[in-house]
């Protein structure tokens, strides 16, 4: 039985407009990290605040570790449903010494005990050194780890975490992914994690959960999404991708495309296809110089790992459409204006509705 369980869960914050959260279905694992990715507006603090009990659903049910905390008949409140929250602006008590704040949400427990579990999920988040600093000496990543200890330290069944990144600069946004990952792991928790940067979500989670207009479009592994997304929303949701009409082949196994014919990963069976693109990843275009697609290059772009190409394919010269996206390594020459042929790896493509 799944640890934490949604079923069905609707939220409609008036008759009239349509629901924040439509008819969502989510089951999760213990010790599980899941993330709701998906654009502003699309339901997701919705979601999170419904599993903590801030909001109530507008129907369904909602399971956690075996106790039902919402049903049509009953609601248990925040403060019974063992949740531990990490906000994003982190809420820490300015007058507050470090190890006061984690032992803020330990109101139950005896001060010796209080002290004891303090400690140790500051040495969790590696900042045992802190313990009688305030937040305001601390930096942005060590804040954001105070935080997490505090939501941490009653051992709550799961964490929540509503985009808990987005105060931090690049750099320092990388770093607090590596490390906000570590700790969760280390305690062994179960977490649920909020955010609108597929970057964010794939480089923390198991599972990644896209969600659009409060639907869910997609649960998958980060690996899985990204090679084998569903749609075209989530397919241009999770990275970049070329987006061509066509028709599969009598044999299911190649797609007819304006600019060519591209082999599938696997076999199709055409009866259970109607309308259907495909997507071919930039990273999926591989130069070569007898590949089978050529076309002239439009504009080069420096993206420091790679540069991405704009290549007019020769057969589908039409300036309405988009040229096709091409990363290539960033050793190799290439002029605007030249000819280019390249190849396409078949496990970049993937056939989406
Ligand atoms: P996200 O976190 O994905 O950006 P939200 O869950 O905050 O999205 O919002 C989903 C939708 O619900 C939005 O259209 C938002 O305007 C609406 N909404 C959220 N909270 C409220 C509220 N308290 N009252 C009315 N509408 C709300
Ligand atoms: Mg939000």
Avoid at 183 to 194: D, G, H, P, S
Avoid at 305 to 316: D, G
């Amino acid at each position: 039985m799944s640890f934490i369980s949604m079923e069905n869960i609707t939220k409609r914050f008036s008759k009239a407009g349509g629901p924040a959260v439509n008819g969502l279905d989510l089951s999760i694992n213990k010790g599980e990290i899941i993330t709701l990715l998906g654009p502003s507006g699309c339901g997701k603090t919705t979601t999170l605040r419904m599993i903590a009990g801030f909001e109530h659903p507008s129907g369904g049910r909602i399971t956690i570790d075996g106790v039902s905390v919402f049903n049509d008949s009953h609601s248990i409140p925040p403060e019974k449903r063992g949740i531990g929250m990490v906000f994003q602006d982190y809420a820490l008590f300015p007058h507050m010494t470090i190890i006061k704040n984690v032992m803020f949400g330990l109101n139950k427990w005896s001060s010796r005990e209080k002290k004891k579990r303090a400690q140790e999920v500051l040495e969790l988040v590696g900042l045992e050194d802190y313990a009688d600093r305030y937040p305001t000496q601390l930096s942005g990543g060590q804040q954001q780890r105070v935080a997490l200890a505090r939501a941490l330290a009653p051992k709550p069944h799961v964490v929540l975490m509503d985009e808990p990144f987005s105060n931090l600069d690049a750099g320092l946004r990388e770093k607090m992914r590596y490390d906000v990952t570590n700790i969760l792991r280390r305690a062994e928790t179960t977490a649920i994690m909020v955010t609108h940067d597929q970057k964010d979500a794939f480089a923390v989670s198991d599972r990644v959960v896209v969600m659009k207009d409060g639907i869910v479009q997609q649960i998958a592994e980060p690996k899985e999404m990204y090679r084998c997304p569903k749609n075209c929303f989530v397919a241009e949701f999770v990275g970049k991708t070329n987006l061509l009409k066509g028709k599969l082949d009598a044999d299911g196994q190649h797609f007819h495309t304006n600019i060519g014919k591209v082999m599938l990963p696997q076999q199709f069976n055409r009866h259970s296809l109607d309308e259907v693109k495909l997507s071919i990843r930039p990273e999926g275009c591989r130069l070569s110089d007898e590949g089978a697609y050529c076309g002239a290059v439009e504009r080069v772009t420096y993206g420091g790992e790679y540069q991405e190409l704009h290549v007019r394919l020769h057969n589908e010269p039409d300036l309405r459409k988009d040229p096709m996206l091409i990363y290539a390594p960033v050793e190799q020459d290439v002029e605007v204006g030249t000819t280019v042929s390249f190849d396409i790896k078949s496990e970049l493509v993937a056939l989406v509705e």
